[in-house]
């Protein structure tokens, strides 16, 4: 009277383009809810989801990964303790010792916690580190801050750091408590008593903006 089906063994769940595996799953055919309980993966058009468990709801297309999770597509891979996606709207939330490689954007990203949706916009909660290679492979930035948020505009990459900000790249380093750089100008703005290093030069003052 419950609508619930215990499936043990090599278990397949096909909706849609979606098909889920794994090797425990409690299905409520009322609720629409499939608690995966020793390993679930799903695969899509889109790429492939895998933990060690997991629960899927099916009426709101999205999906609670915990432990050891990962996801890859075509362009980016990423691992965390713990995820949730809605597919639909393709808005994700990774918890926990986060990694993501971005091969389009010559990225990686790393933190506690990070927050992205279709936009293109990222944000990094908690020891928030970026890494970026410049499109021509010959100069590479790293960004360390408490947070970090990434932004697309068309084809402008804007990023904005928040409290402890380091920069470091082979011809420019600087400390701050906020950062802004737009990828069209080439701009750095560096907030709130920054020191900025080029070569054999020390620069501070309440602001300094450096064109790259």
Known sequence: NRDLSLLRG???????????????????????????????????????????RGTYFQNQDSVIFRGEVQLSDSSQYAEGDSLFINRETKYLELYGNLFVADSTNNGIL???????????????????????????????????????????????????????????????????????????????ELISHPIAWHQNIQLTGPYISVQM
Do not use: C, M, P
């Not at 397949?12 to 679930?40: H, M, R, W």
């Open 10 to 52: 090599r278990v397949i769940i096909q909706q849609d383009s979606t098909t889920l595996f794994g090797e425990k799953v409690d299905y409520n055919f009322f609720t629409k809810v499939a608690y995966f309980q020793d390993g679930i993966r799903l695969e899509d058009e889109d790429g492939t989801l895998v933990a060690q």
């Open 110 to 188: 790393k933190g506690d916690y990070l927050e992205a949706d279709s936009t293109g916009r990222r944000f990094v909660d908690g020891h928030a580190y970026l890494r970026r290679i410049s499109a021509d492979s010959t100069d590479t930035t790293h960004i360390n801050a408490q947070q970090l948020l990434l932004l697309k505009e068309d084809s402008t990459s804007l990023i904005r750091g928040y409290n402890d900000v380091k920069v470091w790249a082979s011809n420019f380093s600087s400390i701050s408590d906020t950062l802004l750089y737009d990828s069209e100008t080439e701009i750095f």
